[in-house]
């Protein structure tokens, strides 16, 4: 083999390489976009800190207001912490029995916030809604459709067996 060849040879297998790297590159990209669990679960966890920063910016207020609204929050925070108990114990059901215990605990929260938002005012309330209304929204939005979601799992498998058959 003469020199320009051995270059040559050299040249494509580090194109080669370059691709392969490119393609699982793409693949990994594909195979998180079809992780609709992950996807889903992001939504839903920042759903939850939306609520959780609501809850601090209420609490934050509830303390400048004074003494009677410091009662008031330390019977949020009880009312809080036997409702994540109960959503601890509820875990061990089935999805359903969770979407069925988060929707009541979220109707706890509401209730807490609303006899913190009385001492507080209209704004903490108007948060706590506007928290409530999107973790509803992101549920109501992946039970109502969840066939793209499916379907674009279903394509990447098809991707994925590609690529290794072919390996």
């Known amino acids: 083999m003469t020199k320009s060849e051995e270059a040559s040879v050299s040249e494509i297998a580090s194109d080669v390489a370059a691709d392969r790297a490119a393609l699982s590159e793409t693949v990994s990209e594909l195979a998180a976009k079809a992780d609709v669990p992950a996807r889903v679960g992001k939504r839903v966890n920042a759903a939850k800190d939306k609520a959780a920063g609501t809850g601090k910016a209420a609490k934050q207020k509830a303390v400048e207001a004074g003494g009677a609204v410091k009662q008031t929050a330390v019977a949020a925070g009880t009312i809080a912490q036997k409702a994540a108990s109960d959503v601890g114990a509820a875990a061990k059901g089935t999805a359903q029995d969770v979407g069925a215990t988060a929707h009541e605990l979220s109707a706890t929260a509401k209730d807490a916030v609303a006899q913190v938002s009385t001492a507080v005012g ?41 690529i290794r058959r072919r390996r």
């Open 122 to 162: 209209h704004e903490a309330n108007q948060l706590a809604t506007d928290a409530e209304q999107a973790a509803d929204s992101l549920l109501v939005r992946v039970r109502r459709n969840p066939m793209p979601y499916a379907l674009a799992a279903g394509a990447a498998l098809i991707i994925i067996m590609a």
